[in-house]
T-cell receptor, first 113, second 113 residues
Framework: DAKTTQPPSMDCAEGRAANLPCNHSTISGNEYVYWYRQIHSQGPQYIIH???NNETNEMASLIITEDRKSSTLILPHATLRDTAVYYC??????????????FGQGTILTVHP | DTAVSQTPKYLVTQMGNDKSIKCEQN?????MYWYKQDSKKFLKIMFSYNNKELIINETVPNRFSPKSPDKAHLNLHINSLELGDSAVYFC????????????FGPGTRLTVT
């Protein structure tokens, strides 16, 4: 599995866009980028995933560079409730790993008033 | 309605005891998982069941035994509890066995004294 690198922490002002970077320079052609977050004391929450095209859903947008070596999760209007640890995970869809998610240390995003 | 539920939310017990944690999902998913989050906040997969069949069994002491009576339930039984078993245990589910879009429960905080 490709290794991911994320900054340990980031700050964002409430109402502004939060842009969380992730490096995955060894990503393979069949590997997707997944983002999860964990709000304090809760279970991780799936946010979004993508292969090479940019993706958007009701929670966030995912921008993947053309060479796919990095990506950015964008929370367009961060709120205090978005304060959480954000995990970037790279996995090949399907295959024999049977859904085994491997969480790293993630980025602690703090949204302040 | 809670999609993935776990009971109990908190469990305090003494070393040597046997305890169980229950998990239920009402999403109609085929696959369920158990993850452990230790005191350093690392989240690691322990087991996965697909339609009552064990498909992931990580290097976990055999004191831990998952049981899936049906595809909506995955329980975790722990024998002879040790201090190092203290952690938060999360149950998750996904629609199919190789999906990384997983839905997590609220967690069970186990404290062994």
């Amino acid at each position: 599995d490709a290794k991911t690198t994320q900054p340990p922490s980031m700050d964002c002002a409430e109402g502004r866009a939060a842009n969380l970077p992730c490096n995955h320079s060894t990503i393979s052609g069949n590997e997707y980028v997944y983002w999860y977050r964990q709000i304090h004391s809760q279970g991780p929450q799936y946010i979004i995933h993508g292969l090479k095209n940019n993706e958007t859903n009701e929670m966030a947008s995912l921008i993947i560079t053309e060479d796919r070596k990095s990506s950015t999760l964008i929370l367009p209007h961060a709120t205090l409730r978005d304060t959480a640890v954000y995990y970037c995970i790279v996995r090949a869809a399907g295959g024999t790993s049977y859904g085994k998610l491997t969480f790293g240390q993630g980025t602690i995003l703090t949204v302040h008033p | 309605d809670t999609a993935v539920s776990q009971t109990p939310k908190y469990l305090v017990t003494q070393m040597g005891n046997d305890k169980s944690i229950k998990c239920e999902q009402n999403l109609g998913h085929d696959t369920m998982y158990w993850y452990k989050q230790d005191s350093k906040k690392f989240l690691k997969i322990m087991f996965s069941y697909n339609n009552k069949e064990l498909i992931i069994n990580e290097t976990v002491p055999n004191r831990f035994s998952p049981k899936s009576p049906d595809k909506a339930h995955l329980n975790l039984h722990i024998n002879s509890l040790e201090l190092g078993d203290s952690a938060v245990y999360f149950c998750a589910s996904s629609q199919v066995r190789n999906s990384y879009e997983q839905y997590f429960g609220p967690g069970t905080r186990l404290t062994v004294t």
